[in-house]
């Protein structure tokens, strides 16, 4: 039988009852719409992610004290864990010739004050080394150099948060502002970061790291940033601080090195699985919709029972009542599903506009999977309702009234 | 023109209902010659729609046996009935059975359809048939807007579209006045005088008047004309 004729019925019927049409159609809108939605959204904080640690630096490995459970192997003992220092820093940088840069940061938080002004803020000790590691400009005046950390000049690189709140529209380069009881010169502003992962990043002030363990009274590091030569030595220069490192700390790993790369795979994963349990409970609407398309076609059956009646009359085969109702489930679940994707997508696209600190990223694998398959629920569901209709008596149906 | 179109053996027709059956046909033997125009009379509740449902392959006789044009009918399938129904019998009913959101062109074609004739030709037939029944100019009209006369007419066209070997009327004046159900019957005559066999269903004897035989039923068993 002709299918242009087929399509063009099942669209008369349903133009016939065009309200219940609509209503069935917008439990596979919904459904569409919001598998869509919530894969963007999952999409888009995966690339977020992604984006901002890139811009955090790249070919990044961080060492911390003390061993992570993720790390793997055997907890070795149960001795107080050695803490880093500078040296040990040193060590790696001059050791490994995979190793460009290794800094040994201290992060505290202070007051710091200059007039009436104060802020508690971040103190982060660094060495010259930091900026060009993390992708940091300083905007005006000048960065740190090897001077000011080993003669532990008392020397400050301030925020863009931590200028404004002190300096307001000052300039603030040359002048000494007082962060716990030292006074610092302020050397440089850094270039405006913005706000990362829920972190203020113009929110800080970098000295030197000398000059912080002497302010925090430690050499304990918070950590040693390190940057590898390329990111095919990554590995390597993994492999080299922690050959360097156990041999300082008499052979224990009581330290951990973390890769960027690894910390990223590990959200990405954890963002993905999100993004499918959350697409899986949006595809459960869709088969709630699919149940509404079912329960429509059921009522549409018994209400043209007459018409089935007739049609096998004149010669229809139970075949094609089947595929006329088929067709016209799909067309139903199509036309939401079409209608679905195309506010699914506008939806995601608008939401950047009105919530910025949303990001939404339109996932085109998810609009093909969401359309395909609420094509698949209107087959699905209209199986049972065009069975029925197709196998009625031809006496029975026609004597319907 | 002696040539045998339907031919039916000892055709019964039981319905089970539970414990009880009952037997509607009891045992029919009739046979129709091509280019005939016979009328089923019979009381009401005598089993004449049961008959002529299964010689339109609606239906199929419990027990018997049914040649179409040479063709045992009784051993096919739904599949089969299907072409049958749509390429060799044209039927029409007593309430017309037309659908009510198409125009009368589009009901007149329904059964090519089924047929994979394309939409080009099928309009053109169903054109030529609408001005057959004296009905052209009512192609685009919906049952609703035709009398019941007409709307029977337009049934009729339906029937005729694809040239079947056999036209089955059930009581197809039963819901006309007198004037339309005459109308009516000239149309079935005069494709009668134009070599068409038919089967006519009635309980009026004004009807029958129109055929050339007419077969009594009564209670199952043929009462007079079968042969
Ligand atoms: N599906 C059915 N189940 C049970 N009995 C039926 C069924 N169809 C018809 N009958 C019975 O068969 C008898 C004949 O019906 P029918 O052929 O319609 O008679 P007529 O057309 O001569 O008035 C009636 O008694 C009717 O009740
Ligand atoms: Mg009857």
Redesign the interface.
């Known amino acids: ?2 299918v ?2 087929t399509i063009l019925i099942s669209f ?1 019927a349903l133009k ?1 009852n065009k309200m219940r049409s609509a209503l069935t159609m917008l439990g596979i809108i919904i459904g569409v719409s919001a598998v869509i939605l919530l894969v963007s959204i999952g999409e888009g904080a995966r690339q977020y992610i992604k984006r901002e640690f890139g811009s955090l630096g790249t070919n990044i490995l961080i060492v911390v004290p003390g061993k992570t459970a993720k790390e793997g192997g055997m907890h070795m003992g149960t001795s107080a864990v050695r803490k880093l220092v500078y040296d040990d820093a040193l060590l790696i940088k001059r050791r490994s010739a995979h190793i460009k840069y290794a800094v040994p940061v201290i992060v505290g938080t202070s007051w710091v004050k200059y007039r009436g002004q104060s802020r508690d803020t971040y103190i982060v000790g660094v060495t010259e080394e930091y900026f060009p590691a993390r992708n940091l400009r300083v905007e005006l005046g000048r960065s740190l150099n090897t001077d000011d950390v080993q003669m532990r000049r008392r020397v400050c690189i301030l925020g863009r948060t931590v200028k404004r709140d002190l300096f307001g529209d000052r300039n603030p380069l040359g002048a000494f502002i007082k962060i716990g009881d030292g006074r610092y010169r302020v050397i440089g502003i850094m270039k405006k970061k913005g706000v990362t992962l829920g972190y203020d990043l113009d929110d800080v002030v970098f000295i030197p790291t000398t000059a912080a363990s002497e302010l925090f009274d430690t050499d304990a590091l918070f950590n040693i940033t390190v940057k590898a030569r390329s990111a095919e030595v990554v590995e390597e220069a993994k492999r080299d601080i922690k050959n360097i490192l156990r041999k300082r700390h008499a052979g224990r790993e009581d330290f951990t090195v973390l890769s960027q790369d690894e910390m990223l795979d590990v959200m990405g994963k954890v963002l993905s699985i999100m993004t499918a349990v959350l697409a899986g409970i949006a595809a459960i609407s869709l088969v709630v919709g699919g149940i509404g398309i079912m329960n429509i076609m059921l009522v549409s059956v018994r209400e043209r029972t ?2 089935i ?12 009542i089947l595929f006329q109702f088929l067709t016209e489930s799909t067309i139903l679940s199509l036309t939401g599903g079409g209608i679905g994707v195309t506010a699914g997508v506008t939806i995601a696209m608008l939401i950047p506009r009105f919530i910025s600190f949303l990001p939404v990223e339109v996932a085109w694998w998810s609009v093909i999977v969401a359309f395909v398959f609420s094509g698949m629920v209107g087959i699905f569901f209209g199986v049972y309702p065009a069975r029925k209709a197709a196998l009625y008596d ?2 029975v149906a ?1 004597r319907y009234e | 023109m002696d040539e045998e179109i339907i031919k039916l053996v000892n055709i019964r027709k039981i319905y089970f209902l539970g414990k009880v059956s009952i037997e509607v046909l009891k045992g029919i033997d009739l046979t129709v010659k091509k280019g005939e125009f016979v009328a089923i009379m019979g009381p009401s509740g005598s089993g004449k729609s049961t008959l002529l449902n299964i010689i339109g392959c609606l239906d199929r006789p419990t027990e018997g046996r049914y040649i179409l044009e040479g063709v045992e009918v009784t051993e096919r399938d739904d599949r089969e009935l299907a072409e049958i129904r749509n390429r060799k019998i044209g039927f029409v009913f007593q309430s017309f059975n037309l659908l009510p959101r198409m125009p009368a062109w589009k009901n007149v074609e329904l059964p090519l359809i089924y047929t994979g004739v394309n939409a080009r030709e099928r309009k053109d037939l169903a054109m030529k048939m609408l001005e057959k029944v004296g009905l052209l100019e009512r192609a685009e009209h919906r049952p609703s807007e035709l009398s019941g006369g007409e709307q029977q007419r337009v049934a009729i066209a339906r029937a005729l579209i694809n040239t079947p070997s056999v036209i089955l009327a059930d009581e197809p004046t039963g819901n006309l006045d007198s004037r339309s159900g005459h109308e009516v019957m000239e149309i079935f005559k005069s494709l009668n005088k134009e070599g068409a066999t038919i089967i006519l269903v009635t309980h009026e004897r004004d009807v029958a008047k129109y055929a050339e035989r007419v077969v009594t039923i009564k209670d199952g068993i043929c009462q007079d004309g079968c042969f």
């Open positions: 039988m002709d242009f004729e008369d016939t007459k018409e009646g007739i049609r096998k009359a004149v010669g229809a085969k139970n075949r094609d031809p006496i026609l």
